[in-house]
């Protein structure tokens, strides 16, 4: 079982006050990070725990949606 070290790197209130947290976890014993997303809704929690090339695709898409949107 490893152990996680995790440093929050920003938190803020989505639509519908879903609650956003976006931490950094290291694992202990090894150089493999991710970058993980936790969303509160209620009392429900949902975690998604990302890698390097996915969050190069998510950047991706995020940033080609934003550009549709501006125009």
Do not use: C, H
Not at 3 to 17: K, W
């Amino acid at each position: 079982m490893s152990i996680e070290t995790i440093t929050d790197i920003a938190d803020f209130i989505a639509p519908y006050g879903k609650e956003i947290k976006l931490q950094r976890v290291e694992l202990e014993n090894s150089d493999f990070e991710l970058f993980r997303i936790r969303i509160k809704e209620g009392k429900r929690f949902t975690m998604l725990d990302l890698d390097e090339a996915s969050v190069n695709i998510l950047m991706n898409q995020m940033t080609a949606w934003r550009n549709e949107v501006d125009g």
